[in-house]
Structures are given as C-alpha cells and as structure tokens.
C-alpha cells in the first residue's frame, strides 16, 4: 500500500521560498499512468491543485501559480519536493502530497480517491 509523507518547515516568512518534500514508500514514483500531486487547503476554503508530475517526469502547474512553482523529483530517494517561490502570507495553507487513481482524477483532486499524505502546516508570516 503506498504511503506518502509530507515535511518541510511549519513557518516561512514572506517573500522568502517555500521547500516542501514528500517521501513515498509502497510504489515507485516512476510507475506508469499515476500523476503525484500537490495540493493546498487555505484556512476556512476548499481545495487548490497546485501541480503535478507525471510518471513520466513531465510536469502540469496551476496556472494561477505556474511563475511561482517548481515541482521536482528524486527518483533514487521516491521523492518529490514542492518549490513555491515569493510566498506570502496567501500561501499559509495545509499542504499535501497525492496521487492520483491510474490516469489521473477527472475533475481535480479529491481525498475520496487516489492516496493522500496527512498533510502539513505551513504558515506564511508577513
């Protein structure tokens, strides 16, 4: 069963660059037709797709985030590292690491399917 496991510093103060990274264990981050994701909650609002990397290596952003984002890959350690640049006190969200059902979700991310790290909070302060 694949298991997937955010970290990354709780507290970043604006402007500065954000560097979160999730460890997988129980699949390879290579393995065919799964989309590893990142996902945010801000407080008291609904879920935003930041991006994802394809099994491929090929990478998708949001766009509304696309000029502050970096999605990378360590094949060797199964890990992905989100980098989200200029942060500002926005961006202060529980962040999490997904992935998908084979082939991707049809209507965005959703905790009812694919597999989902706990989460972890991550404060901008200003």
């Known amino acids: 069963q694949v298991q997937l496991q955010e970290s990354g510093p709780g507290l970043v103060p604006a402007s500065q660059t954000l560097f979160l990274t999730c460890t997988v264990s129980?699949?390879?981050?290579?393995?065919?037709?799964?989309?590893w994701s990142w996902v945010r909650q801000p407080p008291g609002k609904g879920l935003e797709w930041i991006g994802n990397i394809a099994s491929s290596g090929n990478t998708y952003y949001n766009p509304s985030l696309e000029s502050r984002t970096s999605i990378l890959r360590d094949t060797t350690k199964n890990q992905l590292t989100l980098q989200l640049r200029s942060v500002t006190p926005e961006d202060t969200a529980v962040y999490y690491c997904?992935?998908?059902?084979?082939?991707?979700?049809?209507?965005?991310?959703?905790?009812?399917?694919?597999?989902w790290g706990q989460g972890t909070q991550v404060t901008v302060s200003s």
């Open positions: 129980g699949d390879s981050i290579t393995t065919k037709y799964f989309y």
């Open positions: 997904a992935r998908s059902p084979p082939g991707g979700w049809s209507k965005g991310p959703s905790p009812d399917s694919g597999s």
